[in-house]
């Protein structure tokens, strides 16, 4: 049982961004702040991913940790409405193998950045500059 009205759950849908989302902001604040410049949502790349750097060749797609099926706290898939939200959930998990693998076979180096990495900056930043300098 849902515990929130029709209303309130449309509200709070229609609040969801896919672009320019707080994660997203982050970890580009982050890049930024290090002198690298990028892309963003190249719509000629599967996926689209949230960050692009053409001339290396590397995207880095930030995954909401709800959104994308993470197997971590913030993952945990709600308790109500389970026949909607298992199957959801789950074709998001498909999509994304598939954009990275098409990504990987076109030559491209990929970075999934999740929700719940963004708290500890030091470790963040650390995996940014390895797949950077990688």
């Not at 849908?13 to 672009?19: A, G, Y």
């Not at 996926?47 to 971590?72: E, L, M, Q, T, Y």
């Not at 954009?99 to 940014?128: R, S």
Request: proline share 5%.
């Amino acid at each position: 049982m849902d515990t929130r009205t029709p209303e309130q759950r449309r509200r709070i849908m229609q609040s969801v961004q896919t672009k320019n989302t707080g994660p997203e902001m982050v970890v580009r604040q982050l890049l930024h702040s290090h002198g690298y410049r990028y892309r963003l949502h190249r719509k000629d790349l599967p996926g689209r991913p949230d960050i692009v750097f053409a001339s290396k060749r590397k995207a880095i797609f930030v995954h909401g940790c709800f959104w994308h099926g993470h197997n971590c706290d913030k993952g945990k898939l709600p308790k109500s409405k389970l026949e909607y939200w298992t199957p959801k959930i789950a074709a998001n998990k498909a999509r994304d193998a598939k954009n990275v693998a098409e990504l990987e076979a076109k030559g491209w180096k990929v970075l999934v950045i999740w929700q719940c990495e963004l708290p500890d900056n030091q470790t963040l930043w650390l995996k940014l500059k390895d797949f950077m300098e990688s």
